[in-house]
Nanobody, 121 residues
Framework: QVQLVESGGGSVQPGASLRLSCERS????????MGWFRQAPGKEREFVGYIRESSGVTVVANSLKDRFTISRDGAKTRMSLQMDNLRPEDTAVYYC??????????????WGQGTQVTVSS
């Protein structure tokens, strides 16, 4: 059984940085990926990015790749999302997920509980 636990959310001002973490317990297939999605109030959950389990190759949404970076530790159990130059439109609940690569909403099989990120002056 895979469990995902996010941490690191909070309230920041525009232009600030924030680092989210996702701690995974349990193993996933080498063909899978871990990734991030986010859901703003009144909007659908959207793709942020992922990291492939086997290769460590990362993919970030085009609209976010200049400001968001995904990484993981050597044990592959902790994934991070570094968010720089945050904007009010980044306000959302951020979810960690694991599933088949390339990871997208329909391919995610495990989810974390989510962590709130609020960007406001």
């Amino acid at each position: 059984q895979v469990q995902l636990v996010e941490s690191g959310g909070g309230s920041v001002q525009p232009g600030a940085s924030l680092r989210l973490s996702c701690e995974r317990s349990g193993r996933i297939l080498s063909s899978w990926a871990m990734g991030w999605f986010r859901q703003a109030p009144g909007k659908e959950r959207e793709f942020v990015g992922y990291i492939r389990e086997s290769s460590g190759v990362t993919v970030v949404a085009n609209s976010l790749k200049d400001r968001f970076t995904i990484s993981r530790d050597g044990a592959k159990t902790r994934m991070s999302l570094q968010m720089d130059n945050l904007r009010p439109e980044d306000t959302a609940v951020y979810y960690c997920a694991a599933g088949f690569a390339p990871l997208e909403l329909s391919r995610a099989r495990y989810w974390g509980q989510g962590t709130q990120v609020t960007v406001s002056s």
